[in-house]
């Protein structure tokens, strides 16, 4: 059973940084994709970033282009959400998610594309 594991979170002011984490068991990092995807109060999950490990190749919802970074450090099993110049719209509960076997494409910011979640980190960003 894969367990995602999320870190990093906290409160900052606008235009500060925060890296989120997320660790994984029995997942590996080098098949499949992974995904950030968050939930302010009210309104619906939805996609930040992502990531197909089979080519490295990376997407991102427009309002976060140019401002957050998703990556992942295979050796650790981690993934990682730098998040620079946050805003207070930033501000929610983000969430790792896993899709094993799945290869990338349009459909990486739905839900339904992801079997594995994990509790999520808290982001507080305030003016």
């Known amino acids: 059973q894969v367990q995602l594991l999320e870190s990093g979170g906290g409160s900052v002011q606008a235009g500060g940084s925060l890296r989120l984490s997320c660790a994984a068991s029995e997942y590996t990092y080098s098949s499949g994709s992974m995904a950030w995807f968050r939930q302010a109060p009210g309104k619906e999950r939805e996609g930040v970033a992502g990531i197909y490990f089979g080519n490295g190749r990376t997407y991102y919802a427009n309002f976060v282009k140019g401002r957050f970074t998703i990556s992942q450090d295979n050796a650790k099993n981690t993934l990682y959400l730098q998040m620079n110049s946050l805003e207070r719209e930033d501000t929610g509960m983000y969430y790792c998610?896993?899709?094993?076997?799945?290869?990338?494409?349009?459909?990486?910011?739905?839900?339904?594309?992801?079997?594995?979640w994990g509790q999520g980190t808290q982001v507080t960003v305030s003016s």
């Open positions: 998610a896993a899709a094993p076997g799945w290869n990338g494409g349009s459909w990486w910011g739905l839900k339904d594309t992801y079997k594995y």
